[in-house]
């Protein structure tokens, strides 16, 4: 996952992304942030670069995951789970949340885990979330590796219904995506097949994956602006935790 993460446009493209509506977050230049779902803590060391005066802290249900974080260099990181976060009540500043909702038992427990987020932001506190939407073929939902993908209204009600004010949502991944119909059709005929990211590093053309990283950060530029796609396989939102 580490290797994955380092060395793909995909993840580089997103980073890119997410930097762009933190800017539209208007970020101070001290905080708290915890990463939930951290995984190997990629994501809060490119954090950390942008926001060298932040506080980092991160979670993760698996200890593989937690014991790379520790060993590449992220200091507070803990095993725990979305569901109860080990974090005082309105206490940190950002929260982010990336392709983990997904991920959570089928049963309702993604507003559980919306309402612990809400209940550790600080009054006026952001989530940055990214998690799977519904596109073609269609998905159901596959109970084995609790996996569900959303539709952007069902998202939208349940971060509404937890209490938080809407900045910034839209879909992306919208014409890169296109790439992963042939795939998903051939899970289609699978019991259980597990319809997220299978994927190994690989090696691609420097200018192809420059070029591919290029196209998913404009994709996310339209949403910073305020728009959305009509289309794609991933859904980001940039929240407000009320209550000034």
């Given at each position: 996952m580490r290797d994955l993460e380092s060395g793909s446009w995909w993840n580089a493209g997103m980073r890119d992304v997410a930097a762009q509506l933190l800017g539209v977050a208007a970020l101070g230049g001290r905080g708290r942030v915890l990463d939930v779902g951290c995984g190997s803590g990629q994501s809060l060391r490119w954090f950390a670069g942008l926001y060298p005066t932040w506080q980092t802290m991160g979670l993760d249900v698996a200890i593989d995951g937690v014991t790379a974080a520790r060993a590449s260099g992220v200091a507070k990181v803990m095993r725990a789970s979305a569901l109860a976060l080990?974090?005082?009540?309105?206490?940190?500043?950002?929260?982010?949340?990336?392709?983990?909702?997904?991920?959570?038992?089928?049963?309702g427990v993604d507003r559980h885990a919306l309402a612990e987020v809400h209940r550790v932001l600080r009054p006026g506190g952001h989530l940055l979330l990214r998690t799977n939407a519904q596109a073609f073929p269609r998905a159901v939902d596959d109970p084995v590796y609790n996996f569900h993908k959303y539709e952007p209204a069902e998202l939208r009600g349940k971060l509404e219904q937890s209490g938080f004010e809407i900045i910034r949502f839209g879909r992306l991944n919208a014409v890169l995506g296109l790439a992963e119909i042939a795939r998903?059709?051939?899970?289609?005929?699978?019991?259980?097949?597990?319809?997220?990211?299978?994927?190994?590093?690989?090696?691609e053309a420097r200018w192809l994956s420059k070029a591919k990283r290029a196209w998913l950060r404009a994709e996310g530029r339209a949403i910073a602006?305020?728009?959305?796609?009509?289309?794609?396989?991933?859904?980001l939102a940039l929240c407000r935790r009320g209550g000034y």
């Open positions: 080990p974090v005082e009540s309105s206490t940190v500043d950002l929260v982010m949340t990336l392709d983990v909702l997904q991920h959570l038992p089928l049963d998903e059709w051939r899970a289609l005929d699978q019991p259980h097949s597990y319809h997220g990211l299978l994927s190994r590093p690989g090696r602006l305020g728009a959305s796609w009509p289309l794609g396989r991933t859904i």
